[in-house]
């Protein structure tokens, strides 16, 4: 994100202001499009299920920075590569700002396998000689000077030791830029070349159509294995496949697919600055558009320091008992005819496969809501038991509290239609009654459903 620095001091943007004159030279007369879609303090789950959303379904390369959360494993990195390759322009130019040897091999593997061409490891920091940071201050190579200050005045929001400063974010960006240039050369080199360079170069670099090569880490005990590794195909075990994932996200900033537009009914209309406070009654009859309290700290402190540009927010639906029943409706995004409409089909389970549901990634003591035992559901217009609501574990994780659960489809719900589309009604309930705003509301913040 850039946190402790402006945010068009992040290393995106010091590419972006290197590469974006050079790429419009003719003959490449490329318009470089540079998006910070990064947002603080999160696992790579569930942003993973929501790249397009963040990212925009038209993004070239994707980039994972979750190593801060996600200790020294792979598992998170490859269930969040699998859904970087059933991105619209598949495989991305993928960058890894890590170093963990696990999660360099786990790309490594990929590039073997034929799914990712190229993929970059960034490493700021590690890429330095310790030494030179050492000499005195006139005596450092120019990129080096200053190399510990901040961007942003002193005292900003983020500036932990554990962020990179200002200067390692030119250092980041620089790397990356020079990086791009030895490619646009190489690319120039195949124009001057072969005249015939367009049908070459996707001859060379077919699509991949969808298939993934067999998972290298084991997720069997998250619960969600089809959603993040997908699953073998029937004839050939080493060839997988993953069904659609759709999303609705609260969370910022956001591309397309706001979770207001799936809400039906149940919610508290309010248009007040987001930062601003929400009484309790706002509460009693609607789940209310909110941020947590140290979300929301966080950005007040921001402000007095004029926002430093941040475009990322951690919004949510927040609900107590008396907010009554909060209604989804989902719907169907594959192509196929209304089965409501043609043959009066209208069971769901042959259409939606499982509906996830996560919360805010905040810790608020031991009598916040849990939405594995708090919530009561209605998929399909049919109550959800509740053996068939699980919770997620391991990958969409947040200091060490899974924040994701999801709902089996049951047997008897039911399709819906809103004109010529079909989809899923969904309705969530808090069903314990001390749930409080004090203690912790409920709260969700992604909606995700996979497709059969």
Not at 19 to 48: H, M, T
Not at 237 to 247: D, E, Q
Not at 397 to 416: E, F, G, H, T, V
Request: aromatic share 8%.
């Amino acid at each position: 994100v850039g946190r402790g620095n402006h945010f068009e001091q992040s290393y995106p943007f010091v590419m972006e202001k290197i590469l974006a004159p050079i790429l419009a030279l003719p003959p490449l007369g490329v318009k470089l499009v540079v998006r910070n879609s990064a947002i603080g303090g999160i696992p790579s789950f569930p942003y993973g299920w929501c790249l397009p959303n963040f990212l925009g379904e038209d993004a070239d390369a994707v980039s994972w920075d979750y190593g801060m959360n996600e200790g020294n494993g792979a598992a998170g990195l490859e269930s969040y590569v699998r859904q970087a390759l059933m991105m619209p322009k598949s495989p991305p130019m993928f960058i890894l700002l890590d170093m963990k040897r696990p999660r360099l091999d786990l790309l490594q593997k990929y590039v073997n396998m034929g799914f990712l061409s190229d993929p970059v490891a960034l490493g700021g920091r590690d890429s330095v000689n310790k030494k030179l940071l050492q000499l005195p201050e006139t005596d450092k190579p120019p990129g080096l000077q200053k190399w510990d200050e901040w961007g942003a005045p002193k005292g900003s929001p983020g500036q932990s030791p554990w962020h990179p400063k200002k200067m390692e974010h030119e250092l980041m960006g620089w790397m990356m830029a020079m990086h791009m240039i030895d490619a646009v050369e190489a690319a120039l080199n195949v124009m001057e070349e072969d005249p015939n360079w367009r049908e070459t170069v996707l001859q060379q670099n077919p699509s991949l159509g969808g298939e993934l090569p067999a998972p290298v880490t084991d997720v069997e005990t998250t619960g969600a294995v089809s959603m993040l590794h997908g699953a073998p195909s029937n004839n050939d075990s080493s060839k997988w496949h993953m069904n659609r994932v759709s999303c609705r996200t609260s969370f910022l900033p956001n591309m397309f697919g706001n979770l207001n537009s799936i809400i039906e009914s149940g919610v508290t209309k309010d248009e007040d600055d987001m930062l601003q406070s929400r009484d309790d009654s706002l509460f009693n009859g609607g789940w209310v558009m909110d941020v947590g309290k140290v979300e929301r700290e966080t950005k007040v402190k921001v402000q007095k320091y004029g926002g430093l540009g941040y475009i990322d927010m951690k919004t949510a639906l927040y609900g107590i008992p008396s907010s009554g029943t909060l209604k989804l409706w989902l719907p169907y995004e594959l192509s196929a005819t209304n089965p409501v409409q043609s043959t009066g089909d209208v069971l769901a389970g042959k259409y939606f496969k499982s509906v996830v549901l996560c919360e805010v990634n905040e810790k608020r003591g031991n009598k916040e809501c849990n939405m594995l035992s708090d919530l009561a559901f209605e998929v399909g217009n049919v109550k959800v038991a509740k053996a068939e609501v699980t919770q997620i574990k391991g990958v969409a994780s947040y200091l060490k509290k899974d924040i994701c659960i999801r709902l089996d489809i049951p047997n008897d719900a039911k399709l819906s239609t809103k004109g010529n589309d079909f989809g899923l009604p969904v309705a969530i309930t808090v069903a314990r009654n001390d749930v409080s705003r004090e203690n912790g509301a409920c709260s969700i913040s992604h909606v995700i459903w996979e497709h059969r």
